[in-house]
């Protein structure tokens, strides 16, 4: 079951944040955001929930916590009121600069949630196409990643799991393509979407194909790891915990 505190910090910190990684990546995304006639930053307020600002230049899309530096801002009453952004739409309540709030939401991040969404939940023909489904593997890796560290932190089941992963950073990626650190303290999770320095575990997929296949769940975890296919190193206690919350992950964004 799912919970709807713990969905909308997916949505912020799995989904939303992914963005970054979109305009990052995506010829289309980046004709989004050189269309730009000016920098926009977004702040979206979640009442027992995240607090977070999008910041959107023709450079492309960096996330903060907080709302420090907001241009414009939106106001959601609750969990559920900001997964019907995400999930229908729905805005919430404009509380800074309304008038650019939705003109924004409905230009260019429309545009740029929608592109989002077709990577992240493609079609059969859509992933005929190799260069796309690379970049559509790529994207899901980076909101697995943020959707990990969400859970940890704040859905009831994976917390167990947080609660016995000692400190220290768990280096995910797939080979020579894409890398995030799960930096754990106190049992606290955060996603640094870059390799770690000094990882005290790490767990490896060797190609785009087999982190596809993981994904979608048509590839055997155990089978990969008996053929060598998954690299697993260190403290391997870390990999099982995460593995557990990887279920979760599972739940939240299927």
Known sequence: MKEAKAMAYVNMYGVLATLENLCELDKDAKAVCAAMKK???ICFDVNDGPCCTLHFSKDGCKMTEGSYGCTCKMNFSSPEKF????DSSKPGIPVKNAPQVLAFLLGPFTKLTDRLTKLLMPSEQD?????FFEESTILTFYTISGALSALANHDSVSKHSALYT???DVQMGITDVCYATLRVRNHNFETIKEKSDTPRAIMEFNSIDLANGLFTGTASTMAELCAGNIYMAGMISMVDNINRILDRVAVYLG
Not at 83 to 86: H, S
């Open 39 to 41: 920098p926009v930053s």
């Open 83 to 86: 997964n019907a952004l995400i």
């Open 127 to 131: 992933l005929k196409d190799r260069a």
């Open 166 to 168: 000692v400190d220290g």
